[in-house]
Every structure is written in C-alpha cells, then in structure tokens.
C-alpha cells in the first residue's frame, strides 16, 4: 500500500487502545453504525494500516472485531467524551482526524496463513510504521487551572522495520465480514509462545447464559459455589469473549481440573460450604443493564481435623439492608437504616472527620451524585439470552460517574485537595482532637474502646488525659498529674516568649524519661514563630510490657520514645522489610520509608531519618538516652 515515509517507535495492535481513547462517543456512533466490514482478510488488514497512516480512529474501530468495538472500543470513545466535557482533554482532540499522533506508515507488506477458514493469521513481512516517542495530546484546561506541567512533546522519530520486528495480528470472520481482532491476535501469540496445537475455531463450549437479566449473576455466583469452570464461561458474552469460547480446548481442561484438586483437597479437610440465596436485581443505567447484588447468603462448615480442632460453623448474609456475620454461634450485624447508639456514634464520628477535611459543597454534592449511581455488573442480550459484560461492567462504570460530574466539581477537589496537602499538619492534630474528645464507650465492646482511648491519650494532650509529669511545675505536682489545656497554652506561651531554657526538661522533676522531650536537647525542636511546638509524654504502665512514651515534633522533624518494662529484642518485633544493623554499638533498624528505630536497653526511638534535620534529631535522642 502506499504511505506517507518517515521514522517512528515500534507498534503492537494493544497500543491501540490509548490511542481510542482520545475519541468521543459521536465517533463512537459512527463506527458502530458502520456498513459491511471487509469482504477478504487482506482487505481488513488494508483498511487497518490506511487507517493508522490517516491518523483516524475512527476508521481503525470500524475494522475491529464486532465484539471488541462494542464492548472495548465504543466505551473508551465515550470515555474521551467525557473528559473533553470535563475539560482534561482539549476539544480539539479529534478521533477522525487525530493528526497529533502523527503515524506515518510506509510500504507495508505482509503474509496471510490461514489457520481456519474463519481465522487468518497476518505478519508483516517489509514497511515501515512510525510516530513520535511522545505526541503532544491536546490537553484540557483543567491541567492549567492547577498549573500542572506535561511532558514536553517529544518529536523525535524512531522506525520500526515491520519486516525485523514483524506486527502479527489475528483477523476474524464474523457474519461474513473479515475484522482485525485483539483479543484473537493476544490468544494466538500466547498458543504459538506455549507451543500447543490450534484447536480450531467452534470446538468450545456452546453460550448458555440465562432466561433474564437478573438470572445471569445469580447463576454464576452458583457456577463459582460449585467450581464449575464450564458454567462460568458460557455466562460470558459470546460475542465479546468469544475469543474464549475458541480457545477454551486450550485451558479449560486445566481449570476445571485444578478446581476438582480444590474441591477433594475441601472434601479431605472435612470443609463444607454453600449457596443458600442469592438474588440480583436489574437497573437500566444509561441504556445498559446493569445487575447489582440485592441478598445473598453463604454458609460453612468446618469439621474436626486438620484444620480445626473443633467443629466451626459461619455463614454472611446480605439482606434487607443488613449485613449479618455468624460465626462459631457469634452474631455480627450491620444495617444501613441502623438507629442503634452504635450505628449513630459511628456517623457522628465520620461527619465530625468530614468536617476536619473541609471540603466544599461543590466537592461534597459530586461524592453524592457518584454515591446515587447504580454500579454493578453490565449484562448483554443475545438471540434472547442474557450474558455478562466483562469490559463495560469495568469502563462503562467508570463512564457512569463521569455522566454525574461537571467541570466545576472537578476543579473543587482538586483545590479541596491542594488544601489538604497544605494543611496535612493542621489535619492530622484536629483528627487527633476528634478522636481523643470521641465517647468510644457508645460503639460497644467497651473493654478494647478502653484501651483505644487510652492510645489516643498517651498521644493527645488538648484533651487532658492522665500524664505522668513526675513533679513538674505544672499540673498538681502529683506522678499522675494531668496539665489542663490552660496550663499547655502557658507553657506554650512560655516557650515562644523564651521562658524556657533549652537544655532544660520542660515538666521539670527527676525523671530522666521525661527529660527526652524537647527542648531538654540543645538545639532541637526549635519553637515555631506561631507557637505550634508539640510534644506529650504519657504514662503506659496500663499496657503490659509499657511503662512510658514521649513524642515530640516541630513541623521539620519528629521522635517518638518508647520505654518497655524490659529490653526489646529486634528480629522479634520488626519484619523482613527492614534493614538490621549495629551503629555506634546500638541497634537501629530502617525500613524502604526512611522509618528508623533504635533500641537503647528499654527504649525504643523511632523517627524519620530522610531529612537532614529528622537525622539529627534521632541521632541526639539516641546520644541522650545511652548517656542515661
């Protein structure tokens, strides 16, 4: 065929697909609604490379697979529309006329062997494809609201010799046309790379699927119950997976004998389970069916044996609302409509956490329109059969929340995040502050909210927990002493105004643990110019094995100090994932996060060690502590 000559990066059909996904869904309808395909696998194939060298989309859709353009090609169309609307792509980003990718195809020849009279085989065997190693795709002016920098566009050019590097491709006859297909192109590599005879096309399973919409996952969600692998697949849509029905003689075997091992390795261990409800409902949802789970329960059963001593029975259930957990005779319930002092607790604790977030009502009216979409399982008709969608449940999803969405919700939580980001420290104190004031007794189970709480205490100080400040000048003087948040503000107020020394322990007395706050160190932690200097020393004597801790932070840098009633061993308590070695003669251990620890008889100093000042800090806490 004739082209445009020029130099350009290596090719595969897969990468096409970002390619389609700067289209819109008018291109979208047009291929769809195209007329007859190719009436000669060749013919396909030529159409296919005129379409790349024209930089047009549009025309590579209207030569795919039927299957593959509705399912994977129509969603990504509409996929682009949306963020065109929403302005992450420019609008002149064109899917007929995609002139920025800038494919320049050149005297490609090819071969054709003919696997089955429905099934050609394409290799190139001389041309050249090209395209630069990184177009300029038209952006959208959301990018520059943010001030956010792309890439530079690369022109540089790169040729591949479609004879050296040959593009292989599968085309397909559906209904008497010839279309380039993805999915068969990657099933056939995989056959030829593991060796294995073809099986011929339509000597798999015949598609089964079920009498209505609803039906489809519900026979599934059994199919899976009885590691059935045949049931599986014939649920699945026999025009977009058809590729799987063809090649199924090459892998079902295999799956369905793995899930048999499964079933007798259950059947030995004495591990019984089932289905004993399932029911999906279906919604139409911007033209499509869309199936959601509406209840279910499964139930099993564990005898006596190898893996339990004792028999154990459990089932979940998802029913009118409620989630219900038994196990071994427990009952755990969770309803959506819950009125219960737990269930209110629970959402008095994530409003006032939403509030700390402070996000607009911009923001917050988009997660609520995204929350109302029906998400679930896209099935299909076909011949009066209703089958799973694998790709639009997956894209078409994604397609449904962007429906929902206008440019300004988009700019809101980019600003809503841009300010959390700034204000993370602010944050992270007032989630510390709801938490702490939080009545963890109203969520139930009081004994382990107790000790929650107390966590919370040794960690907060606005909330006036229990502090061990030996006979320090504030509070009562008491070992259990507690310093009122006038008393914090005082001292606060005091270290901004230079009243106290540093080198000095803050809470006065003779406890050397107490000492490690800052600014009892020369030099660390210096006071911010706002006073937000922080740091809590908490009696943990309630935990067994924990006397004390200490943390301190500046806005630079942090420690945290833990005191143990006994030395701490390190291959007992740290993971794989960190990095063991001795230091100065002390233990310290790194994690891949700059997480530093050293343990110095009891304690135990955490702190992070990728800035130059969070470094210092760990070292002269580490120094002070051996100096005990």
Known sequence: MAGKSGKAGRFAVAGLLGALAIGGGVA??????????????????????AALDN??????AEVMHPGERESLAQPMFDMAGHMRRLEILGADADPAAASFLDIQVDGVTYSVEALDPGLHYVTTTGGTISAPNNPQTPMGALWDRFDIEM???????????MADEPMKMAVVEVDGSWYVSLYYSGAEAARRDAKKLFPGLGNGPDPVGAATPDAVMEDMILAISDLDATGMLTLMDPSEAAVLYDYSPLFLPEL???MDDAAAAAQLSDVEWSVDLVDFVANEVNGRQVVSLNEIKVSIEVGAGELSSTPVSGSFTIAGGCTTIIF???????????????AEAARELFDRLLEVADLSDTTVRAFERMAAVDLGVTVVERDGRWYMSAMPTYLETINDLMTVLEPADLVAMGTDIEEIVDRQDEIGEEILDVLMDTDWEAFGNAERLAELEGLFGQLNNN????????????GDGSDDAAMTDEEWQQFLDELEAGGAEP???????????????????EGSFDVDADGTYLAWFGDMTAAPGFEAAAFAYSGDASVEIIRFSAP??????????????????????????GNTFAFVENYVIWGETTSAEGEAVFNEQVTFLKGL
């Open 151 to 161: 890439p530079e566009a690369d022109t540089t050019r790169t040729i591949a010799d």
């Open 28 to 49: 979208a309808t047009a291929a769809l609604r195209a007329p007859e395909g190719p009436a000669s696998s060749e013919e396909a194939v030529e159409l296919f490379f």
């Open 463 to 474: 909330g006036s927990p229990t502090l061990d400040f030996g006979d320090g000048s504030f």
């Open 568 to 593: 701490v061993d390190p291959a007992a308590v740290l993971s794989s994932d960190f990095t063991i070695e001795l230091v100065d003669g002390t233990t310290q251990a790194t994690d891949q996060f």
């Open 55 to 60: 930089e047009d989309l549009v025309g590579v």
């Open 256 to 258: 369905q004998e793995g």
């Open 328 to 342: 071994d005779g427990e009952t755990t319930q969770s309803c959506a409509s819950d009125t219960s002092p737990e």
């Open 503 to 521: 080198g000095t322990n803050p809470f006065g007395g003779e406890d050397a643990f107490a000492g490690v706050l800052a600014p009892s160190i």
